[in-house]
């Protein structure tokens, strides 16, 4: 069968392909709905022999048809408009004329397309997102109920969502419009409390030993593992740590004027929840090992905390970095500490909400 070359740009209700042959002729264009009916005449449409597709990444609607056209074992390439000067550029912008300019550069292997982990690894990031979104959402109740708390000038410092705090709830006495307000938080609350615990569950529940190697670097436990696992990906298409490390945004700017440079600050590009998690593992590293202790404290005399946990996160980048293409567990780590986050990940796997 010739090759074919697939643009496809994809909205919300539909989509519209562009097909060409090996020459660049268009040999087929057509509209489908963003539907497991249109993807599934996409995909007779286009078979599976020789085909290369890119799709315009657009929101999260692009992913079924993803999934269902890597069942086809097509090349298929993200690609983000941004990205791509000819789209971004092209100020007749359309539907047909997107597909088409895909369906060209495509060809011409012109297009900058983004990294697309496997389905394995997308699940993951979808889990540990899962478990971020329930969390922001009790810590909005907690809020509500302190609101109550500080109406009442009454004083509770600990984590309301653990049994002490659960059991506290329960023996206030206020009027009935507030009690009333309480019992409904409180019947929320004990609603996510059990809905995060399955989500724990399912993220503890996880045999990659990518996971299981992260987890022997200090600071890290199987939920930080996970999630920096599920955001980086394959670490060979990284070629360096520094690459590694800019990618993640946690490498200074870089300025000029004139024949001057001057950095500034980090680039904060890339993933801000893998950013966010690797300042969180810093603060965790700098408690629980003494060597990066140490590296704290010289560049936090220097240069004052927050550069100096930063400048942590930034080592744990390097650390990282070396675990996962070694595929040799942290000379920082320690293995019965490891072993231990190991024991604690599988128990929590076992547990039913």
């Known amino acids: 069968m010739e090759e074919k070359y697939v643009g496809i740009d994809i909205h919300r209700d539909y989509g519209v392909a562009c ?20 993807i599934n005449q996409v995909k007779e ?43 971004a550029s092209n ?4 539907d047909k004329l997107d597909a088409k300019m895909l369906a060209k550069l495509l060809r011409g292997d012109m297009l900058v397309c983004s990294y697309v982990p496997p389905r394995d690894v997308r699940d993951d990031r979808e889990t540990v997102r899962l478990r971020a979104s329930l969390v922001r959402m009790r810590t909005q109740v907690i809020n509500k ?29 206020l009027r009935p419009v507030d009690m009333s307000a309480l019992k409904s938080y409180l019947e929320t609350l004990k609603t996510l409390n059990a809905q995060i615990e399955s989500v724990n569950s399912q993220i503890a529940d996880n045999n990659n030993e990518d996971v299981r190697l992260l987890m022997s670097v200090p600071g890290i436990d199987y939920y930080s593992a996970v999630l ?17 490390a800019s990618w993640v945004g946690l490498v200074p700017s870089m300025h000029q004027s004139g024949t001057s440079f001057y950095t500034g600050k980090i680039t904060k590009e890339g993933s801000k929840r ?7 593992c810093a603060h965790a590293s700098i408690r629980a090992n003494t060597k990066i202790n140490g590296f704290y ?6 240069r004052g905390d927050n550069k100096a946990v930063v400048a942590v996160a930034r080592k744990l980048v390097k650390i990282i970095y070396a675990v996962l293409t ?10 019965i500490k490891t072993e231990k986050k190991i024991k604690r990940m599988k128990k929590i796997a076992e547990r039913t909400a």
């Not at 286009?46 to 609607?61: Q, R, V, W, Y």
């Not at 100020?91 to 359309?94: A, D, F, G, Q």
């Not at 109406?151 to 984590?159: F, L, T």
């Open 19 to 38: 097909v060409r042959d090996i020459e660049g002729k268009i040999v087929d264009e057509f509209r489908f709905g963003n539907n497991i009916e249109g």
């Open 45 to 87: 449409k286009l078979g599976s022999n020789k085909t290369h597709i890119a799709i315009e990444s657009t929101g999260n609607m692009w992913v079924v048809l993803w999934d269902k056209l890597e069942e086809m074992k097509s090349d298929l390439h993200l690609v983000h408009p941004l990205k791509t000067k000819a789209i």
């Open 91 to 94: 100020k007749l912008k359309n």
């Open 145 to 173: 109920i302190r609101s109550i708390f500080h109406k009442y000038c009454i004083k509770y410092q600990g984590p309301l969502y653990q049994k002490s705090g659960m059991e506290f709830l329960n023996t206030l006495d």
């Open 228 to 244: 920096i696992h599920s955001e980086i990906g394959d670490i060979s298409r990284f070629p360096s740590h520094n690459k590694l």
């Open 274 to 280: 893998l950013r966010w998690i690797l300042v969180q």
């Open 297 to 302: 404290g010289k560049i936090a005399k220097r």
């Open 326 to 335: 070694t595929r040799n567990p942290s000379l920082y780590g320690d293995k």
